[in-house]
C-alpha cells in the first residue's frame, strides 16, 4: 500500500523548522533572561538581581502609562466585545441577506487593511474632531482601539455561535419564547465561553498595540508600549526588558486562558 505523504519525512523539515523556532523565541528568552541583570547593559550579564523590576515599579511614568493601557483596553474590550456579538448574531442567526458578504468584509477590514493606513486615517480624522471641539481626551484612543479590536473578538463568538446546538433556541421559540427569551436564557449560557475568549483577545490586542495608539494619542498620552517605544529613542537599560517581561506574561496568561475558553463545550 502506497504511503501517504507526511511532510514531516520531508529533507532538511525539521532544520528549517527548529531555525523558525530559534529566531522567533530566543531573542523572546534573551529579553526575559537579562532583564534579571544587575548591571545597566542590555547585552552584558553582570548577575541576577531583581532591580530593574524595583525600578520600573518605582517609576511614576510607568506607573501612569500602565493604568492608561489598562483603562483604554478594558474599555476597547468591552465596547469591542458588545459590537461583535451584535454582529456574530446578525452573520450567524439571520440567514443570508442582501449585503452578507459586505458586511462580513466590513466587519473584518481592521485584519485586511494595513494597520499604517487604519492608523492614518484615524489620524486625520479625529485631528478634524479635534479641532472642532478642542477635545483631547481618552475617547480618541478608547474608539479607535474599540474599533480596531472588533474583528478579534468577533471571530471565537461568531465561532461560538456557529457551533451550537439550534435545536435548544427552536424548542424555545416552539414554546412561544421571545427572540430576547431565547437569547437570555438559552443563547446567551452557551456562548459565555466565546464571549469571554473574545473579550480577552481584544484586551490583548489593545494593550499591544503601538502604531495605532503612537498615531491618534495627543501628548501626554503615552500607554506602556509607546512609553517603551519612546525609551528604546533615548537610552536603553534592562527597565525596558522588566516593563516587556511583565507585558509578555500578562499577554501569555490571556492567550492561555482564551484558548482553554475557546475549546469549552457546555
Request: charged share 10%; net charge positive; aromatic share 14%.
Amino acid at each position: 500500500m502506497a504511503k501517504g505523504f507526511d511532510i514531516r519525512r520531508q529533507t532538511g523539515f525539521s532544520t528549517i523548522a527548529m531555525a523558525c523556532f530559534v529566531v522567533l523565541y530566543l531573542p523572546i528568552i534573551l529579553l526575559v533572561v537579562y532583564s534579571f541583570n544587575a548591571g545597566t547593559s542590555i547585552a552584558i550579564w553582570e548577575g541576577f538581581s531583581w532591580r530593574w523590576y524595583q525600578t520600573a515599579w518605582q517609576n511614576d511614568q510607568v506607573q501612569a502609562a500602565t493604568i492608561r493601557s489598562l483603562v483604554i483596553a478594558a474599555w476597547a474590550a468591552g465596547i469591542a466585545t458588545i459590537c461583535a456579538v451584535l454582529a456574530a448574531l446578525a452573520t450567524t442567526r439571520q440567514g443570508s441577506f442582501r449585503g452578507y458578504t459586505f458586511a462580513f468584509a466590513l466587519i473584518n477590514q481592521p485584519l485586511m487593511v494595513p494597520e499604517i493606513v487604519t492608523a492614518v486615517a484615524l489620524l486625520i480624522f479625529f485631528a478634524m474632531i479635534k479641532v472642532g471641539t478642542g477635545y483631547t481626551g481618552l475617547f480618541y484612543l478608547i474608539i479607535a482601539h474599540s474599533a480596531f479590536c472588533i474583528p478579534f473578538a468577533y471571530m471565537p463568538i461568531r465561532a461560538r455561535l456557529q457551533g451550537m446546538d439550534l435545536s435548544l433556541e427552536q424548542a424555545a421559540m416552539d414554546l412561544y419564547a421571545t427572540p430576547w427569551q431565547v437569547f437570555r436564557r438559552v443563547t446567551l449560557p452557551q456562548l459565555w465561553p466565546g464571549i469571554l475568549a473574545g473579550a480577552m483577545l481584544a484586551f490583548v490586542i489593545s494593550l499591544d498595540d503601538v502604531v495605532i495608539t503612537e498615531f491618534v494619542k495627543s501628548a501626554g498620552q503615552d500607554t506602556l508600549p509607546t512609553y517603551m517605544l519612546g525609551q528604546l529613542r533615548r537610552v536603553v537599560t534592562p527597565e525596558v526588558n522588566a516593563i516587556s517581561t511583565a507585558l509578555l506574561a500578562i499577554s501569555v496568561i490571556l492567550v492561555i486562558a482564551f484558548f482553554f475558553l475557546s475549546r469549552t463545550r457546555k
